[in-house]
Nanobody
Framework: VQLQASGGGLVQAGGSLRLSCAAS????????MGWFRQAPGKEREFAAG????????YYADSVKGRFTISRANAKNTVYLQMNSLKADDTGVYYC???????????????????WGQGTLVTVSS
């Protein structure tokens, strides 16, 4: 199983980025997907998640209203559109997959089965 995250980069505060995570080696539609992030010196934290069908989404309070998670099961890809970026959004962003076929969106990193390598997002103030 491989999860390949991409789309990170350097952006000014107030700007936007779109992250992508391409999955292979698994039946993508059997998995809920999550985006987590880890700021320098801090623990990895949940940012956004989406159920297997895309019918349910869940966001951390810190990103609600600014980030949008979506998925394209035909392309085995999950996206994270990030708008109105702040310096506090700086960190490495990881995508993760959890095998659950329901509308449940897991938020705990401990339940996720597979992880991507991460993509760095740097927001300059």
């Amino acid at each position: 199983v491989q999860l390949q995250a991409s789309g990170g980069g350097l952006v000014q505060a107030g700007g936007s980025l779109r992250l992508s995570c391409a999955a292979s080696g698994l039946t993508f539609s059997n998995y809920a997907m999550g985006w987590f992030r880890q700021a320098p010196g801090k623990e990895r934290e949940f940012a956004a998640g989406i159920s297997w069908s895309g019918g349910s989404t869940y966001y951390a309070d810190s990103v609600k209203g600014r980030f949008t998670i979506s998925r394209a099961n035909a392309k085995n890809t999950v996206y994270l559109q990030m708008n109105s970026l702040k310096a506090d959004d700086t960190g490495v962003y990881y995508c993760a997959a959890d095998r659950v076929v329901s509308d449940y969106v897991p938020v705990s990193l401990r339940v996720y089965d597979y992880w991507g390598q991460g993509t760095l997002v740097t927001v300059s103030s």
